[in-house]
């Protein structure tokens, strides 16, 4: 062990025999708030969305059905689900087990024979389900199993559907139990020989996550199934109000969409026009279906009701230069182009105002779609850069990063093809608490002092001012029990996202964007069940800082073993914050000396604590870890930091 090592031990042993005792003993702890450093971008607080597992669908959007374009055959075959261990992916670790869609979750009412698929001129997709009515008075019809439902809550959806030959009574009915008192039931309209939508509308009898959705018919003939759609009623134009209002919490100022890896087999015309006729397609980088429901425009309406800023990603993997540009001119051209006639066809007149754009994802990775050698890529990159720029002199390009060769190399061709480099985190779990949230702090740090190298080394490159969107990060590990990549998060992650944050802040002269991965169940800040949604401890912390913590970051210093303790002035520099991570098992005493601010006895805040460091918040209990308001004595400038906790406070500045 080191001196300094045994020192920061020392102090620490006795902060611990001391504190416990009651004693006064307290490390000293540095603020100089008349040393403040570059102010910290609100682009730090970002968030990103993927078309992965249930971040979109089953999380923000709020169709309860999950296969309504039937690109699953219906053929009675047994179970539409399954356990699925997805391969290992390079640096991302072993696959662990979740469910996912590998048949039609549609069942058949009635004998095998009762549905085929009609695979000539289909409405949308490769084929239809057709129900076959066999003049019998015997009812015959699909059904969609498995829908949460709840009790006295309202329903709302549409089936598209045309008939031949002489169709009977043709009903929609929502189920929560097995007799014929547990259906809500809607008889339609006869459908014509043509595709026409019927709409219908139910409340739900009981509580039960073993609803079914029934389309069933009598007659002589046959009825065919467009696509059929079941939203709760209170749904924001499709969105999921419970998960908008928790997204409006964390407040964050940007999106990225829509990948990931994803988006490296993404073609962006699939989510334009008529919904339900946008093509489902199989994922193309991960497991499950792409409805395509949620595309371009409804990304773009998400930003507007949550109040957020667009940062879209471009396929630079298997997507080509052509499709990258008439994509931008898709968003932001007037709508006398040609790109802009076609989104004002599809309802938007006004061109969007998008700066941000993210040239690729991932591109060095043999794991992502399209990946190539380095020095062709930066040709690449070059060229798509300027297709962006020449239908958008506006827009901000992000590049490709990876610190090594690859951020070098991109630093020193393509610096003039970029506003910021984009770099990825992700963090595994450690057993010892300290350890697990070291680990990102000291991430954080090498990539900010590897860009540092790298403005020393390449000419010009400093003058460029080209900063780090670290637009992926976050913790990654554990059973996935909220869908694909679904892990929960613990007290710990917490502390460890609250020192990342720190960290950034630290060098916010380098740090510019960062986007925590994903936002909502897919390694998600916001978890979802089929009925409720719900913060996870990690959520907590970026909402508290998002929230409160101020915006120009100043010197601190301390060596006080696991505890890590940032302060920045509030924007109009009317109080200064003061924020602490402690991952040690006991309460630790920092004695605060803050140059030329007297303290008050007295200091309002917040904090995120728990004994256990690894509780965590579910749907039975998400309030187990959350923020609560303090008020915080300060003795001779001493704060108390509980154990395991996130400690904010505001120290109001007499003028």
């Not at 999950?66 to 219906?74: H, I, L, N, P, T």
């Not at 101020?550 to 696991?562: F, L, N, Q, T, W």
Request: proline content about 5%.
């Amino acid at each position: 062990m080191s001196n300094t090592s045994m020192l920061r031990w020392s102090r620490a042993m006795w902060a611990v025999f001391f504190c416990g005792y009651g004693a006064a003993y307290a490390e000293r702890v540095h603020v100089n708030p008349l040393d403040a450093h570059h102010p910290i971008s609100p682009y730090i607080y970002g968030q990103f969305i993927e078309h992965l597992g249930r971040c979109i669908y089953g999380g923000i959007w709020a169709e309860m059905l999950e296969d309504r374009k039937f690109y699953y055959a219906v053929d009675g075959q047994q179970p539409g689900w399954s356990r699925h261990k997805g391969k290992q992916v390079s640096w991302k670790g072993e696959g662990i087990p979740y469910e996912i869609l590998v048949a039609s979750p549609w069942q058949i009412l009635g004998p095998a024979a009762a549905v085929t698929m009609n695979t000539v001129e289909p409405f949308v997709g490769d084929h239809e389900p057709v129900i076959v009515l066999d003049g019998s008075a015997d009812v015959r019809g699909i059904y969609h199993p498995r829908l949460a439902l709840t009790k006295g809550r309202n329903y709302v959806g549409y089936v598209i559907l045309r008939a031949q030959g002489k169709v009977g009574r043709v009903e929609v009915a929502l189920q929560w139990g097995n007799s014929a008192a547990a259906e809500s039931v809607s008889v339609l309209e006869p459908p014509g020989e043509v595709f026409a939508k019927q709409v219908f509308s139910f409340t739900a009898g009981a509580n039960t996550g073993e609803g079914r959705l029934v389309i069933r018919g009598v007659g002589q003939g046959s009825l065919h199934v467009g696509t059929v759609s079941l939203m709760p009623e209170d749904n924001v134009e499709g969105f999921r109000k419970d998960t908008l209002t928790l997204l409006r919490e964390l407040n964050s100022p940007i999106y990225r969409w829509p990948g990931g890896n994803f988006v490296s087999g993404y073609d962006w015309r699939d989510g334009v026009g008529n919904r339900d006729q946008r093509p489902p397609r199989k994922n193309p980088a991960w497991t499950g279906i792409e409805h395509n429901d949620v595309g371009i425009h409804e990304y773009m309406r998400f930003c507007e009701l949550i109040e957020t800023e667009p940062f879209i990603a471009i396929n630079t993997g298997l997507g080509e230069v052509a499709s990258a540009a008439e994509q931008v001119l898709y968003l932001t051209g007037a709508a006398d182009t040609v790109e802009g006639a076609k989104r004002a066809a599809n309802g938007r007149t006004q061109p969007w105002d998008i700066q941000w754009w993210a040239i690729g994802n991932e591109m060095y990775g043999d794991w992502q779609l399209g990946h190539m050698p380095l020095d062709e890529y930066v040709i690449k990159h070059n060229a798509v850069v300027d297709a962006v720029r020449a239908a958008s002199p506006e827009a901000k390009c992000i590049g490709v990063g990876s610190v090594g060769k690859w951020s070098e190399t991109m630093l020193t061709h393509c610096s003039d093809h970029m506003e910021l480099l984009s770099e990825h985190l992700y963090w595994q779990r450690k057993d010892d608490v300290g350890e697990h949230v070291q680990v990102a702090v000291d991430q954080v740090e090498q990539v900010a002092e590897k860009h540092r190298g790298y403005r020393s080394t390449i000419p010009g490159l400093a003058a460029k001012d080209i900063r780090i969107a670290l637009d992926e990060w976050n913790y990654w590990y554990g059973p996935y029990l909220y869908g694909e990549l679904g892990t929960r998060y613990h007290l710990r992650d917490a502390l460890g996202c609250a020192a990342a944050l720190h960290a950034m802040f630290r060098n916010s002269d380098l740090y510019f964007m960062a986007n925590y991965a994903q936002t909502v169940n897919v390694i998600g800040a916001i978890k979802t069940t089929g009925t409720t949604a719900f913060l996870e401890t990690t959520g907590q912390v970026l909402k508290l800082y998002r929230r409160h913590f101020g915006s120009i970051p100043v010197e601190v210093r301390e060596d006080i073993a696991g505890v890590d303790i940032v302060a920045a002035w509030t924007t109009d520099r009317d109080a200064l914050t003061i924020a602490a991570v402690n991952t040690n098992g006991n309460t630790v005493a920092a004695a605060l000396d803050v140059a030329g601010i007297e303290l008050p006895e007295a200091v309002d805040g917040w904090e995120i604590r728990h004994h256990d460091p690894d509780a965590y918040n579910d749907e039975s209990r998400p309030d187990n870890v959350v923020i609560k308001k303090i008020s915080l004595k300060l003795d001779a400038g001493r704060m108390n930091l509980p154990p395991y906790s996130v400690t904010m406070v505001r120290v109001p500045v007499r003028k």
